[in-house]
């Protein structure tokens, strides 16, 4: 018995020095492909049995290895991207072999290195000599791979031959499909109107979005948003409506994912409906986002949840043209002949204080960008960024401190902005809470830096006159920039004029008033809405523009009214 034993074990150790390793059968190279437990594993047995690999096992290899997770080492999968050429281009290698080959090239993160480059091209010319085969699902699934690799544009004949025959079948597709299809086009910036408006109208049928899971309600948004291939306000409404029904099942970064695309297509009806109230739970939006845990978002997550923010807040632009003006006779003609003119935008409704608090606080690093500058808003990280702002020339060394000045009432007033503490009246005895004191010092470098652009501008070009563009919080009360304007430029503090733009908390401000045709009413004036907002003594700006809703007007057919 002992000596049968030794014998079986020489054996084995005679296999193993030689090479001679048994051929398996085609089925049980796929089979033992399929079970490889791990990358390097599916690596030996590709070296083991590279002979007998065929188009088959060869999809199948590059299929496990996605599945196995990320390739750590470049020159061991070399020999497979070998065969992957040799065999890509056969008669026998269809588009489930391409489909299975460029999906795991793509999820195993090897799809991403340098010696991929060529696999890809040869892929791409078998692939499209053989579209008219693709159903569906090897439609996306090929668009993604290229485009999650960041090859997208490279590619433009690949997506232009998948966008065309993806139409016309839209309502094939499964959810995944057709999330998966919009991401890929809008990753690889790939013009595809004519697709984009087939996906809007399959989107907008009943029911169907119901199926989408959350990720891939967040895919579709953010494709629709990042490609701006639909200036249809409808698709942003339809995915809003369907998220707001299960806030529960998505996470902080979906959610995140998910305000940046309303925002980056000022998708306002759809912000409303997703965050203007709660679900059928009765969380609303901002409270997911808290209860997912901000302390651990990382950075990418916390820069679109704050864009989001800025455009709820600050940066939603609108019409000007149905106004009431509340001003003297000659007040525009003023603002007409003055050297400098400042614009700023307010809103009538108050911040959603309870996410401010928990977002704000996690603000220590991203808070805003000003070209290719990060402006940091923490201890030693604020004197970094200052320094950093100067040496590019964003801000200026003629000026003490440019960067970081700033009164206590400027700080109120920001803080206000922040948690919706009003200013004026009855409440203004409330103390200003410490909540914005982080992000505080970002925001006077931002103002810093515009007001350094204009007053080198104005003492270069004395003659010029100028405009400038920027949120309210930049310019009223001559906070911000008009105070660091008048201090380096002396002389346009005489030749100025601050409007500040404002949505109308009651649009009956904005009918014709008494003096124009109409009786006196009862009704509120623009006096009394402006004297709520900045008070009776304060000197908040020259000009105040009111303005409706002009977009949900527009809808309803009452614009022409106006």
Not at 516 to 539: K, N
Request: net charge negative; charged share 20%.
């Amino acid at each position: 018995m002992e000596n049968h034993f030794a014998f079986i074990l020489a054996a084995v150790t005679l296999t193993s020095a030689t090479s001679i390793v048994p051929r398996l059968s085609p089925p049980a190279l796929t089979a033992a492909i399929k079970r490889s437990p791990t990358l390097p594993a599916l690596i030996e047995l590709h070296a083991l049995q590279r002979h007998n690999f065929n188009h088959i096992h060869i999809s199948a290899f590059w299929a496990r290895a996605g599945a196995l997770g990320s390739a750590k080492s470049a020159q061991a999968l070399q020999p497979a991207v070998e065969d992957t050429l040799r065999l890509c281009t056969t008669a026998e290698f269809g588009c489930r072999q391409i489909t299975g080959t460029v999906h795991g090239l793509a999820k195993s993160g090897f799809g991403r290195e340098p010696e991929c480059q060529p696999l890809w091209n040869a892929l791409s010319e078998s692939a499209l000599g053989q579209l008219r085969d693709y159903g569906p699902r090897e439609i996306a699934t090929t668009a993604w791979s290229y485009a999650r690799c960041g090859l997208g544009q490279g590619y433009p004949r690949l997506f232009a031959t998948l966008a065309l025959e993806a139409r016309g079948r839209l309502g094939e597709y499964t959810p995944q499909g057709l999330a998966n299809l919009a991401w890929a086009m809008a990753k690889a910036q790939h013009a595809a109107l004519a697709l984009f408006a087939e996906l809007e109208a399959e989107l907008q049928r009943p029911h169907r979005l119901a199926d989408f899971s959350a990720r891939e309600l967040v895919s579709t948004a953010w494709a629709f948003a990042a490609s701006a291939q639909s200036s249809s306000p409808a698709i942003f409404e339809a995915i809003a409506a369907e998220a707001r029904q299960r806030l529960e099942d998505f996470t902080l970064h979906e959610l995140a994912v998910l305000g940046w695309s309303l925002a980056a297509a000022d998708a306002d009806v759809a912000g409303d409906l997703l965050f203007g109230g709660g679900g059928p739970g009765g969380a609303t939006f901002a409270q997911r986002c808290e209860a997912q845990g901000l302390e651990g978002a990382d950075a990418g997550t916390l820069t679109q949840l704050w864009q989001w923010e800025l455009w709820r807040l600050e940066l939603r632009n609108r019409a000007r043209d149905s106004v009431e003006r509340s001003r003297s006779p000659d007040a525009l003609d003023e603002a007409a002949s003055a050297t400098l003119v400042l614009v700023g935008e307010v809103y009538a409704t108050p911040p959603v204080v309870a996410f401010e608090a928990a977002l704000l606080s996690r603000m220590l690093g991203i808070v805003s960008t000003l070209g290719a500058v990060a402006f940091i808003a923490e201890g030693e990280g604020a004197a970094e960024a200052l320094a950093h702002a100067k040496s590019e020339g964003y801000l200026g060394e003629d000026l003490h401190n440019w960067g970081m000045d700033a009164t206590e009432a400027h700080y109120a007033f920001f803080e206000s902005l922040v948690t919706g503490r009003p200013l004026h009246g009855a409440a203004q005895a409330q103390q200003p809470s410490n909540l914005a004191r982080r992000l505080f010092p970002a925001q006077i470098m931002k103002s810093a830096a515009m007001a350094h652009r204009v007053a080198r501008l104005a003492r270069e070009h004395p003659a010029d006159r100028y405009l400038v563009i920027c949120g309210s919080s930049h310019m009223l009360f001559n906070h911000g920039v008009p105070e660091r304007l008048f201090a380096a430029v002396p002389r346009l503090r005489g030749d100025c004029c601050r409007i500040v733009a404002r949505q109308a908390s009651d649009e009956q401000l904005l009918r014709p008033g008494p003096g124009q045709g109409d009786e006196p009413s009862a009704e509120p004036t623009a006096a009394a809405e402006l004297a709520a907002a900045f008070g009776t003594d304060t000197d908040a700006a020259d000009l105040a523009f009111l303005y409706g809703d002009w977009k949900r007007e527009a809808r309803s057919g009452s614009l022409g009214d106006w």
